[in-house]
């Protein structure tokens, strides 16, 4: 009998990335391939394109924009001073690229894919223009949410240029309600947000969890651990609030505390400010990096969406400390963290769990017993059940 086949469309490639967004594609991508045949369209120019265990074929696609001198040049402009003045966002140009929606038409042809799945609102123009397939999207965070709040952190032009993409790029996600054949969140946070804009409702998702049980471990004294990419806006607003707000509370009570900041991109300049840091770059291996934690932190107030940080740290059984926008969509809310959302409190739940390795070991059963009835695949697997019946 054939096994069904479903397109997943992403812009960066999941299969090298390194962030959130890039985890939470192969999270459920890995459930998805034990129910069809999963084909994966990127942008992008990677040398691998070889058929690996999640996806049988990779196509990577060549924006519009790179596909000859003249199309770069006179796309460069219209696309660029749309930009500038907040018409429209880059984003459009890549959500409305002629290149991937020819893509996903041949693709479909060729494969017999009933369902096609976009794992971004960029990608939605591509996707709502298909009339051969089931076209579902799943918007990974509020994104013009996301921009209003960068635009209360700014003045002037560009504060009004953030503003004014952030109502484009609302348009385009409620768009993207409205017309998909199913939108999906991966919070019921989002989910409300969007239903609160206008939007017709969509449907909330968890994003599934492997367990890694390493909740019985004997675990280091005084290690604090905080995983993310530090180029992203609410790392470093997350990252600053407890540096300098937090921190110091920290060490005063436990001189010996140390914390080790984990991910890519550039760390903050001002590091040298601080005591007992030790900054350790990209981590290729999860599990040997909270081996040596005592507590996780997710001191994150800003962004939208889900923040995987918080799934892998639960689900290794690491003790967490978040805010409650760090824990959003995630089993962090349903007892799996200790949830703080200002400094002292937040400082006094870190202190508590260095201070008592009985604590940690609560905290840490707790993680993974949160994780095991709020991300287990169940429900990934009755979104498989969906999408197929929609291409029947």
């Given at each position: 009998?054939?096994?069904?086949?479903?397109?997943?469309?992403k812009a960066a490639d999941p299969l090298s990335g390194t962030d959130g967004t890039a985890a939470a594609t192969l999270a459920t991508a890995r459930v998805l391939a034990d129910h069809a045949d999963l084909h994966l369209v990127t942008f992008g120019s990677h040398s691998n394109t070889a058929p690996s265990e999640i996806f049988r074929s990779v196509t990577q696609v060549r924006p519009d924009h790179q596909r000859s001198a003249r199309v770069r040049l006179t796309s460069g402009l219209r696309y660029g001073f749309r930009d500038a003045f907040g018409i429209e966002p880059w984003a459009h140009a890549v959500e409305s690229c002629a290149a991937m929606a020819d893509a996903l038409r041949?693709?479909?042809?060729?494969?017999?894919?009933?369902?096609?799945?976009?794992?971004?609102?960029?990608?939605?123009?591509?996707?709502?223009?298909?009339?051969?397939?089931?076209?579902?999207?799943?918007?990974?965070?509020?994104?013009?949410?996301?921009?209003?709040?960068?635009?209360?952190?700014?003045?002037?032009?560009?504060?009004?240029?953030?503003?004014?993409?952030?109502?484009?790029?609302?348009?385009?996600?409620?768009?993207?309600?409205?017309?998909?054949?199913?939108?999906?969140?991966?919070?019921?946070?989002?989910?409300?947000?969007?239903?609160?804009?206008?939007?017709?409702?969509?449907?909330?998702?968890?994003?599934?969890?492997?367990?890694?049980?390493?909740?019985?471990?004997?675990?280091?004294?005084?290690?604090?651990?905080?995983?993310?990419?530090?180029?992203?806006?609410?790392?470093?607003?997350?990252?600053?609030?407890?540096?300098?707000?937090?921190?110091?509370?920290?060490?005063?009570?436990?001189?010996?505390?140390?914390?080790?900041?984990?991910?890519?991109?550039?760390?903050?300049?001002?590091?040298?400010?601080?005591?007992?840091?030790?900054?350790?770059?990209?981590?290729?291996?999860?599990?040997?990096?909270?081996?040596?934690?005592?507590?996780?932190?997710?001191?994150?107030?800003?962004?939208?969406?889900?923040?995987?940080?918080?799934?892998?740290?639960?689900?290794?059984?690491?003790?967490?400390?978040?805010?409650?926008?760090?824990?959003?969509?995630?089993?962090?809310?349903?007892?799996?963290?200790?949830?703080?959302?200002?400094?002292?409190?937040?400082?006094?739940?870190?202190?508590?769990?260095?201070?008592?390795?009985?604590?940690?070991?609560?905290?840490?059963?707790?993680?993974?017993?949160?994780?095991?009835?709020?991300?287990?695949?169940?429900?990934?697997?009755?979104?498989?059940?969906?999408?197929?019946?929609?291409?029947?």
């Open positions: 009998m054939t096994r069904p086949a479903i397109v997943i469309v041949g693709l479909v042809d060729a494969t017999g894919s009933g369902v096609v799945l976009a794992e971004h609102w960029t990608l939605s123009g591509a996707v709502l223009g298909l009339e051969n397939a089931a076209r579902v999207v799943r918007l990974i965070d509020v994104e013009h949410d996301n921009l209003l709040h960068r635009a209360a952190q700014t003045r002037g032009i560009q504060a009004a240029r953030l503003g004014r993409r952030a109502e484009a790029v609302r348009d385009v996600e409620i768009r993207a309600c409205d017309e998909a054949d199913l939108c999906l969140t991966v919070s019921q946070e989002d989910a409300d947000h969007f239903e609160a804009a206008g939007a017709s409702p969509p449907s909330f998702v968890p994003i599934p969890a492997r367990i890694e049980d390493r909740a019985s471990r004997d675990r280091p004294n005084d290690r604090i651990g905080f995983l993310g990419r530090l180029d992203w806006w609410p790392n470093q607003e997350g990252l600053a609030w407890f540096l300098d707000e937090i921190w110091p509370m920290v060490r005063e009570q436990r001189p010996d505390a140390t914390l080790t900041i984990a991910g890519a991109g550039t760390p903050p300049a001002d590091l040298d400010r601080h005591e007992a840091i030790e900054v350790v770059g990209f981590v290729p291996n999860l599990a040997d990096f909270f081996d040596t934690l005592s507590v996780g932190i997710v001191p994150i107030s800003g962004g939208t969406g889900v923040k995987m940080k918080t799934i892998d740290l639960m689900r290794h059984g690491v003790p967490v400390v978040s805010t409650t926008t760090g824990a959003r969509g995630t089993a962090g809310l349903a007892g799996g963290a200790l949830i703080a959302d200002d400094s002292t409190t937040f400082a006094d739940e870190v202190v508590r769990l260095l201070a008592d390795p009985s604590e940690r070991q609560v905290q840490s059963s707790a993680a993974v017993a949160a994780v095991r009835a709020f991300h287990d695949r169940r429900t990934t697997d009755e979104l498989a059940e969906r999408l197929l019946g929609l291409s029947t």
